[in-house]
């Protein structure tokens, strides 16, 4: 007879968010002098990081009578917010509007209309602000428009830093306290400010470097295109507050490009474009770091909604045409 030793049986979908594996990356950097480690936060139940932050928002909300079943929930996203909360919302019984950009891919974009998500375009950028202003103007239109909506706002709900909490504590007790750099995406800021918080409130050594976008604001860079979605961003951040930062990185968009197909083949590891970025950054970083120190970066999200984009030749060839002699993808071109 065949037992199956089960250790934990979830009561249901939300359950499984968090508590992410930290996964040892022994060969994605060469001749690496200290441990490198990805908190693979894809293999949230919707596929990112942002699993926690959408879920963490919403169930405050609820349990504060703030937004109850049957109301609209209205989010600016340009991807993987969108999906967290496509999955949390179908569960409590919202409804969800999101308010996108062009550059939200098509896989992403399939995902939430089969999750049953309204879905608002914007086309044309703000002359301050880009995109991310425009999405954020269009929000405001919709709260004024629809009875008992909501917005989750993950640019300035304080719930967005605090779920990171949470995720600090996984990490300090994974590596049994002793992480001395971390390295985290720009975007709204949420997991950069919740993790520092989390360091500075414990009075940790842990030095965390901020991941920024060529062509983000957040630093005080100027405005530029940027191809690649869900890190940097055209508006300042409501939570950044630098002094807690030890230090930042920029990486473009070949630089994500770069460190994706890296992941894929020195790991086996399918990650998105930040991912990318952050193991850039991290071979930018690495003579900067001591002996044997610990670093996490955080794997943020499911390489399969960059089919189109990152891990396609022609897009690649056409969109990043200077990649093709940065690094060259499994099979050759």
Not at 75 to 86: D, P, R, T, W, Y
Not at 112 to 130: A, S
């Amino acid at each position: 007879m065949i037992t199956q030793n089960i250790t934990s049986i979830s009561e249901s979908i939300i359950d499984t968010v968090g508590n992410t594996p930290l996964v040892k990356l022994n060969n994605v950097l060469d001749d690496s002098h200290f441990n490198l480690f990805g908190k693979l936060e894809a293999a949230n139940p919707a596929g990112s990081i942002k699993d926690r932050t959408s879920l963490f928002i919403l169930k405050q909300a609820l349990a504060s009578g703030t937004i109850k079943k049957g109301d609209t929930v209205i989010e600016s996203s340009s991807g993987n917010m969108a999906v967290g909360l496509a999955q949390a919302c179908l569960y409590y019984g919202l409804k969800l509007i999101v308010v996108v950009d062009p550059k939200l891919n098509s896989h992403t974009e399939k995902i939430l209309r089969t999750y049953g998500v309204r879905i608002e375009h914007v086309t044309v950028p703000k002359k301050n602000g880009g995109y991310l202003a425009a999405r954020l103007e269009k929000v405001q239109q919709l709260l004024d428009q629809i009875p008992n909506s909501y917005w989750s706002n993950q640019y300035g709900n304080q719930n967005n830093p605090f779920t990171h909490h949470e995720t600090m504590s996984e990490l300090m007790d994974s590596l049994h306290g002793k992480l001395d750099y971390l390295f985290v995406a720009t975007s709204t800021c949420g997991t950069l400010m919740g993790c520092a918080d989390y360091i500075h409130e414990n009075h940790l050594n842990t030095k965390i470097i901020a991941v920024d976008a060529v062509g983000s604001v957040l630093f005080g860079g100027p405005p530029l295109k940027r191809l690649i979605p869900g890190h940097g961003a055209g508006v300042p951040s409501q939570f950044l507050d630098t002094n807690r930062i030890y230090d930042h990185v920029y990486v473009d968009d070949v630089d994500c490009a770069r460190g994706c197909w890296s992941l894929l083949e020195k790991e086996a590891i399918l990650c998105g474009g930040s991912s990318g970025g952050m193991v850039s950054a991290v071979r930018k970083y690495s003579q900067k770091m001591e002996q044997d120190s610990n670093c996490v970066l955080f794997l943020c999200d499911r390489g399969e909604r960059y089919l189109d984009t990152i891990y396609n030749r022609d897009w690649l060839l056409k969109e990043l045409p200077e990649s093709k002699n940065a690094f060259t993808p499994i099979g050759g071109w």
